[in-house]
């Protein structure tokens, strides 16, 4: 059954009023759901799938406490949450993928406390996220992939304690992460696929212990990898594939596996190869620093300004 205005979906929804699952997906031509909507407090599921011309939710939405499955893929017209969206203090689950009018979130997103799986996927106009982001403790699982203009992620981002699963796959106009990213202490998969205009990774991502997968397939601008990269987990499988503007480590390093590539980065460690030289130099009461350590210390300047 399809509506095509606000006065069409109210009588039919006051016949869910002691329902726990409503499906109300392909209600292609209406474009806003009433505010009744809160009336129907013993909801824990709302698919709200394929409501193509829909571009706002009612404020009321924030009444349904007992949501734990909210579903508003697909609502492509759809340019914003409601502030009531932190009243949900049931849900697990948001899926906003292919909202591709999405501009931004309300900074109550933080309030969801037991949300553990959230996704943006083709959210193609979303910017950026708000720093609440962080609050969400029990978050496990979050998906940015093919958020297309995203700039940058909230510094927050390392407060996501249970996060195991963090995808960014073609974020494109991604420059960096944040240096809060080695606190994902249980972070497992960290997936960077096609992020092209990625140059950088931060020095923190030597302390994802947990990691066990990095796709860093087509990170066509990556200039480097940290020498963190050597204390990251043994048996890490990594993908390298084609990042063309690697010059550190070499390529022919790179091609082989993680434990090659480790090896070589912790050789070539620069603050704990230069303390040696410095420690040597003093042991041996040289007037002047070996040329070796200016060298490296020419090379961390010329790479960070």
């Known amino acids: 059954m399809f509506f095509k205005a606000e006065m069409d979906v109210h009588p039919f929804l006051l016949r869910f009023v002691k329902n726990t699952t409503l499906d109300l997906s392909r209600l292609y031509h209406a474009t ?5 909507l809160g009336q129907l407090v013993a909801l824990t599921t ?19 406490t007992a949501l734990t499955y909210l579903n508003l893929s697909e609502c492509r017209a759809l340019k914003g949450l409601p502030e009531s969206l ?3 203090t049931a849900l697990a689950t948001l899926d906003l993928s292919l909202c591709y009018s999405l501009t931004g979130l309300p900074e109550s997103l933080g309030q969801l406390t037991a949300l553990k799986t959230l996704n943006f996927k083709w959210c193609d106009a979303l910017t950026g996220l708000p720093e609440s982001l962080g609050q969400l403790a029990a978050l496990t ?41 080695g606190q994902l202490a249980v972070l497992r998969i960290l997936d960077l696929f096609d992020c092209t205009a990625l140059t950088q990774l931060p020095e923190s991502l030597g302390q994802l212990a947990a990691l066990t997968t990095l796709n860093l397939c087509w990170c066509i601008a990556l200039r480097r990898l940290p020498c963190s990269f050597a204390f990251l987990p043994d048996g890490l499988a990594v ?16 091609a082989k596996k993680a434990s090659v590539i480790k090896a070589f980065l912790l050789m070539h460690h620069h603050p704990l190869k ?3 030289l410095i420690m040597s130099a003093r042991r041996r009461r040289a007037r002047c620093p070996p040329a070796e350590l200016w060298a490296l210390i020419c090379d961390e300047f010329c790479f960070h300004i």
């Open 32 to 36: 806003c759901l009433p505010e009744s």
């Open 239 to 254: 993908n390298m594939r084609w990042l063309s503007a690697l010059s550190f480590p070499p390529k022919r390093i790179v």
């Open 141 to 181: 699982t979050l998906n940015i992939q093919v958020c297309r203009v995203l700039t940058r992620l909230p510094d927050s981002l390392g407060q996501l304690a249970a996060l195991t699963t963090l995808n960014l796959g073609e974020c494109r106009v991604l420059t960096r992460l944040p240096d809060s990213l």
């Open 86 to 88: 932190g009243q949900l």
């Open 274 to 276: 230069m303390l040696y």
């Open 46 to 64: 709302l698919n709200l799938n394929w409501c193509l011309a829909l571009t706002e939710l009612p404020e009321s939405l924030g009444q349904l």
